[in-house]
């Protein structure tokens, strides 16, 4: 008898969402109250209007929802979420007078959080704001420079670095963080501070609530929660007035006790293309009284444009069949995603022993070095690799111009995977395909995984015999040369291995006599 999964109850406020498909996009001179400088610099990035997903989340924030509910926001990929939260925080703090911490946005890796702060340094300079990057991308003194401003040395007079804290101030408006780097700064940046945070922004929160990642939201949490219940009240009007220092302070309230008042509650943003429904997930959140924003009645839905295939063949001849399909979709760039880092490198120097295909193959995986990562990113992005071979590294929030298609040489395992490889195609309102390598005896599988993302029936897509049997050849001798590929890799690992063994046996004095 087949055991039926209990399922999770829904919380009651998911029950009655907004549903963003109710609102259309707005030319940008028609958006109600949108600052004109940030007119300009959307016109600049050659936007022309607000999609519905900004114009819903714009309803909720600038307009007469003012900012009063935390915000679920569970949008399709490729839909505008980043501009979403992005274009409202910053018109809300581009009134503010002292410049201090006030937006924290973290997302799970460097290159979505580099992508995120793009967009948001191509439109707050624009009302004076300035935008910080936490994510180890270089040093941390270098970072702290950046993000801490420290105070003038006037000539002659030497400060005590131990005592300079309540001098120092923050050089950005807004910081887009990943989690680690941002507990580095929490824990020993002298002069950091969640103090006056007012947004805090979760960009792929399912993502991130998914691993603990040192514990940063509770940190998060607990730094900037309501101190009107502070231990001491009397204590904190003293110092603030005695040392003049900017205090926040915050109030945790009920849904519509903050208009007006200067020191709102911390306003949290939470969103995803597969916002998670886990009670006891979302409770880590601690949101007040959230607003659930989502597209249509499906729980998860494809972009609109986006056409899925299958693509049905043995196993062992999957490469071929690759080779195939990428030969007929030309130059158009493209994202090939397999299932672990392992098989992404495999497959990618695979392919680069088939002989000249007159594309650029490239890897992109967690087992490069960032920097390595970042180039390969930079040239696929500018369009001098076609095709990058990626492990789900490349799964989430990538937004890359100009990807028409992506191909799962692996079956996703999970519905939300696929959503999210299939979204780094048909970005906003643009067409894209994803194709879907499959054996004969996954077909079942496939289609029952699709089905919960509403996509009924998967067409088939073929590629002509003749264009296999063509490459057979190629195929029988790029597998000859990978098998030597990888002994030659394995063997030059472990020589590389014994010497750092070596190394590290050594005593530190004779390595330095060394
Ligand atoms: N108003 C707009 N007009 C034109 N293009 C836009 C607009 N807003 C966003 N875009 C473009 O749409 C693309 C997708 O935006 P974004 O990356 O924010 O999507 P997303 O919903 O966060 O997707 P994902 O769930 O995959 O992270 C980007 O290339 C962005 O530049």
């Not at 270098?142 to 801490?148: A, K, R, T």
């Not at 997930?281 to 989502?294: E, F, I, R, V, W």
């Not at 029952?448 to 590629?463: R, T, W």
């Not at 195929?475 to 030659?488: D, F, R």
Request: charged share 25%.
């Amino acid at each position: 008898m087949e055991v039926k999964k209990r399922s999770t109850p829904i919380l009651p406020w998911m029950r009655s969402p907004v549903d963003v498909n109710q609102f259309e996009a707005c030319a940008l001179n028609l958006v109600p109250c949108l600052d004109p400088r940030l007119e300009v610099a959307l016109d600049k990035m050659g936007f022309s209007s607000l999609f519905p997903v900004q114009v819903a989340v714009w309803q909720e924030t600038i307009g007469p929802g003012a900012f009063e509910r935390d915000l679920c926001i569970n949008s399709p990929t490729g839909s505008g979420k980043t501009l979403a939260y992005a274009l409202p925080i910053v018109q809300k703090l581009s009134t503010r007078s002292v410049k201090c911490l006030r937006a924290l946005v973290v997302l799970p890796t460097r290159d979505l959080a580099l992508q995120v702060k793009e967009v948001f340094a191509a439109i707050a300079p624009a009302v004076g704001l300035s935008v910080g990057l936490a994510v180890g991308q270089s040093s941390i003194a270098d970072e702290i420079s950046e993000l801490i401003k420290r105070p003038k040395l006037e000539a002659g007079i030497c400060y005590d670095p131990e005592n300079v804290t309540c001098e120092l101030q923050s050089s950005v408006d807004i910081l887009v963080a990943t989690p680690g780097r941002l507990m580095d700064h929490i824990n020993s940046t002298k002069g950091f501070t969640l103090e006056h945070l007012c947004y805090l922004v979760v960009d792929e929160t399912d993502r991130l609530l998914r691993e603990a990642y040192q514990s940063w939201l509770p940190t998060v949490l607990q730094l900037t929660q309501s101190n009107e219940e502070s231990l001491f009240p009397l204590a904190n009007s003293f110092l603030s007035s005695t040392f003049g220092s900017l205090k926040t302070i915050r109030r945790c309230g009920v849904e519509r006790g903050f208009k007006g008042k200067s020191h709102p509650r911390l306003v949290k943003m939470v969103l995803s293309a597969t916002l998670t429904q886990d009670p006891s997930k979302l409770a880590q959140l601690n949101l007040h009284h959230p607003l659930l924003m989502t597209t249509g009645k499906r729980r998860y839905q494809l972009p609109e444009k986006l056409e899925s295939y299958k693509l049905i063949c043995e196993s062992n001849l999957r490469p071929l069949y690759l080779v195939a399909l990428l030969q007929e979709l030309g130059e158009e760039k493209c994202i090939v995603f397999t299932s672990s880092t392992e098989s992404t490198h495999r497959l990618c120097t695979l392919l680069n022993l088939f002989g000249d295909l007159g594309i650029k193959i490239k890897e992109y995986s967690g087992l490069q070095r960032q920097s390595r990562r970042s180039k390969t990113l930079k040239s696929f992005r500018e369009g001098k690799v076609q095709v990058l071979v990626s492990s789900d590294a490349m799964t989430r929030g990538m937004d890359v111009q100009g990807v028409r298609n992506v191909i799962n040489y692996d079956i996703p395992a999970y519905i939300k995977t696929y959503i999210h490889r299939a979204g780094r195609t048909a970005r906003a309102g643009q067409a894209g395909r994803c194709f879907t390598l499959l054996h004969k005896y996954e077909v079942k599988r496939f289609k029952k995984m699709l089905q919960k993302a509403d996509n009924e029936s998967v067409p088939h897509y073929s590629v002509p015999s003749s264009s296999i049997e063509s490459l057979r050849a190629a195929y029988n001798s790029a597998l000859g040369k990978l098998k030597e590929t990888v002994e030659s890799e394995a063997s030059r690992k472990r020589k590389f291995g014994s010497k750092f063994l070596k190394l590290s046996r050594t005593k530190p004095t004779d390595r330095r006599k060394g």
